[in-house]
């Protein structure tokens, strides 16, 4: 039996280089992804309009020359149910939008790695288990899915709702707004440390899971094996070494993850009350009405909710990249090399095979043939024996040219196998 390679680590993530990648997915829509932007925009600047008005509405309830205005209360709630209705309608059509940008380009992966495995070595397939490619073209891939059509939507629309919530709370009063000059930095420093921690543990999450399903799928096509051998307890407890390993992984990081929301929801709860007392104490002092209090309140759950919105998502971004990473680093494999176009196809001849000084290893660290020279007559029956890791499958994968020798060559019918097409 082969040797199996050695497989390369884990890469540390690298969240620029994927959000790259990324990136030119999402340029081949950019039609679609300047529509959604659109839609975004709009239908969070109508959602905006709707604290000011309410505000206005409360400052018309408030007694005035001699009557309350009515009218104007009216007026005020039938335009914000107006836009919050457009506004709901635009973000329905948005979120369609994105699931169709979405699936395109999961299909799209899907068949870039399906083609990529086509073209790959055979070294590359001996470095990892079948359950753990499938892992990526499965469960990795379904989770860059997600987050491209849920938290996508709701990134785009925190950014947009965090600037215009807080404009118009500079506008209503520069004084309020002073508060998120102290909860703000706190929610920012405190995501980004959580940022830094949480990374690296959803790569070790997608990698526990991938290397548990290549797992679960050998050993579930080796029944026969491992029933043959009476090998049963031994699998059972390798599986639950690697199904705990995957378990561990999973709870640290969803621990560390769920821990961001609450914390940041805290701090801006922290914000609100803040809002609350000094508002109430500038309407004593007549700097601010009742109607702009409340619009302020308004826009200051709109300004610290998608912040916190963004907090717990950040979880499912984090995991989201993970995957991606692992997507890309796949598609990043080298091919197996091309044969010339000129190299001319083994004609179909007697069969004569000759060995001349093979030496070969699947790393430089350990060398599996040392000098191995052989012939074959033609119709010749040549047994090659030798116990388990003695190289007698690699020497069929060299003649068969799924690996290239290190040194030496192989020869058929007088012809060198490097030298004609595999």
């Known amino acids: 039996m082969a040797r199996k390679a050695k497989r390369p680590k884990e890469k540390p993530q690298n969240s620029r280089k994927v959000l790259l990648q990324l990136g030119k997915y999402l340029l081949k829509y950019k039609g679609m992804m300047a529509l959604a932007v659109m839609l975004t925009i709009v239908s969070n600047l109508l959602q905006l309009a709707g604290p000011a008005l309410a505000g206005r509405a409360i400052d018309g309830l408030q007694p005035g020359p001699g009557k309350v205005l009515f009218a104007r209360v009216y007026f005020n709630v039938a335009v914000m149910i107006v836009l919050f209705l457009i506004s709901s309608f635009l973000s329905f059509l948005l979120a369609i939008l994105l699931i169709r940008i979405s699936r395109n380009i999961t299909q799209e992966m899907r068949k870039n790695i399906f083609d990529k495995l086509m073209n790959l070595p055979i070294r590359f397939f001996?470095?990892?288990?079948?359950?753990?490619?499938?892992?990526?073209?499965?469960?990795?891939?379904?989770?860059?899915?997600?987050?491209?059509?849920?938290?996508?939507?709701?990134?785009?629309?925190?950014?947009?709702?965090?600037?215009?919530?807080?404009?118009?709370?500079?506008?209503?009063?520069?004084?309020?707004?002073?508060?998120?000059?102290?909860?703000?930095?706190?929610?920012?420093?405190?995501?980004?440390?959580?940022?830094?921690?949480?990374?690296?543990?959803?790569?070790?999450?997608?990698?526990?899971?991938?290397?548990?399903?290549g797992f679960v799928e050998e050993m579930v096509s080796g029944q026969k094996t491992i029933r043959a051998y009476n090998q049963q307890e031994v699998i059972l407890k390798e599986f639950d070494e690697k199904n705990d390993e995957a378990v561990e992984a999973y709870y640290?990081?969803?621990?560390?993850?769920?821990?961001?929301?609450?914390?940041?929801?805290?701090?801006?709860?922290?914000?609100?009350?803040?809002?609350?007392?000094?508002?109430?104490?500038?309407?004593?002092?007549?700097?601010?009405?009742?109607?702009?209090?409340?619009?302020?309140?308004?826009?200051?759950?709109?300004?610290?909710?998608?912040?916190?919105?963004?907090?717990?998502?950040?979880?499912?971004?984090?995991?989201?990249?993970?995957?991606?990473?692992?997507?890309?680093?796949?598609?990043?494999?080298?091919?197996?090399t091309a044969d010339a176009p000129e190299t001319p196809k083994l004609s179909r001849g007697k069969g004569e095979v000759r060995v001349e000084h093979i030496q070969f290893g699947y790393d430089e660290a350990r060398m599996i043939l040392k000098d191995v020279s052989l012939f074959a007559r033609p119709g010749d029956m040549i047994a090659i024996v030798g116990p388990t890791g003695a190289g007698k499958t690699t020497l069929v994968n060299l003649l068969m040219r799924f690996y290239d020798p290190t040194s030496g060559r192989i020869l058929i019918d007088q012809q060198d196998i490097q030298q004609v097409t595999r």
């Open 252 to 336: 640290r990081a969803d621990y560390y993850g769920s821990m961001t929301g609450p914390a940041v929801n805290f701090i801006n709860n922290l914000s609100l009350a803040m809002v609350s007392v000094f508002g109430a104490l500038l309407y004593l002092a007549n700097g601010i009405t009742l109607g702009n209090i409340s619009a302020f309140v308004l826009y200051s759950r709109k300004f610290s909710g998608p912040i916190n919105e963004a907090a717990n998502i950040l979880s499912d971004i984090q995991s989201a990249l993970a995957a991606a990473e692992r997507v890309f680093h796949l598609l990043d494999e080298p091919s197996e």
């Open 126 to 213: 001996d470095g990892y288990q079948t359950g753990e490619i499938i892992s990526r073209i499965s469960y990795d891939i379904d989770t860059v899915n997600d987050s491209l059509s849920n938290d996508l939507v709701q990134i785009s629309s925190s950014f947009i709702t965090v600037v215009g919530a807080f404009i118009m709370m500079l506008s209503l009063s520069p004084i309020l707004v002073l508060v998120f000059f102290i909860t703000i930095p706190l929610s920012f420093f405190f995501t980004k440390y959580m940022m830094k921690k949480i990374q690296p543990l959803y790569g070790r999450r997608s990698s526990s899971l991938g290397e548990l399903n």
